[in-house]
C-alpha cells in the first residue's frame, strides 16, 4: 500500500519483501512490528494506571496531548505513594489538572517540600495527605 511505501521512504529500509504472490515481514519489518506492539501494551498499561488512579494526566500544548508529570514515576513505574493522595483529591472533587496544580504548588511549610510532590518523593506522604484532607 502507499502507507507502507511513505513508511519505508521516511525509516530508509523496506519494511515488506514483495512477490506477485505473497508478502512477508524483512527482519526490519518484523522489528517494527515487535516495537510496536510493544508500545500498544506499554499504552494500555497506562490507560489502565489513570483509569486506577494510580496516576493522574492534563492535556497540554495545541494538540491537548495527555500527559503525565515525570515526577509521578519512579523507576519502576508510578510512586505508590501517589494513589492515595490522587484518592484524596479526587474524593474533594478535583479534577485531574487542579490535582496537578496542587501537586506542584509551592508552599514554603511544607516538610520536604516546597511542593507536595517533592515531599511525597521526600517521604512525607502522610503529611501531604493530611494537608489535602484539609483542602476538604
Do not use: C, Y
Amino acid at each position: 500500500s502507499r502507507r507502507v511505501a511513505a513508511l519505508e521512504a521516511q525509516l530508509g529500509v523496506q519494511l515488506l519483501h514483495r512477490s506477485t504472490r505473497a508478502l512477508s515481514l524483512t527482519e526490519a519489518g518484523a522489528a517494527i512490528v515487535t516495537r510496536a506492539r510493544a508500545l500498544d501494551e506499554l499504552l494500555g498499561d497506562v490507560r489502565r494506571m489513570l483509569e486506577e488512579r494510580q496516576l493522574v494526566a492534563v492535556r497540554r500544548g495545541e494538540r491537548k496531548v495527555l500527559s503525565v508529570p515525570v515526577d509521578f514515576l519512579g523507576e519502576e513505574g508510578p510512586l505508590p505513594e501517589l494513589a492515595g493522595t490522587f484518592t484524596v483529591l479526587s474524593d474533594n472533587a478535583f479534577a485531574d489538572d487542579v490535582i496537578v496544580e496542587w501537586m506542584f504548588a509551592h508552599d514554603e511549610t511544607l516538610p520536604g517540600g516546597p511542593t507536595p510532590i517533592a515531599a511525597i518523593r521526600a517521604g512525607f506522604k502522610t503529611e501531604v495527605r493530611r494537608r489535602a484532607m484539609e483542602e476538604a
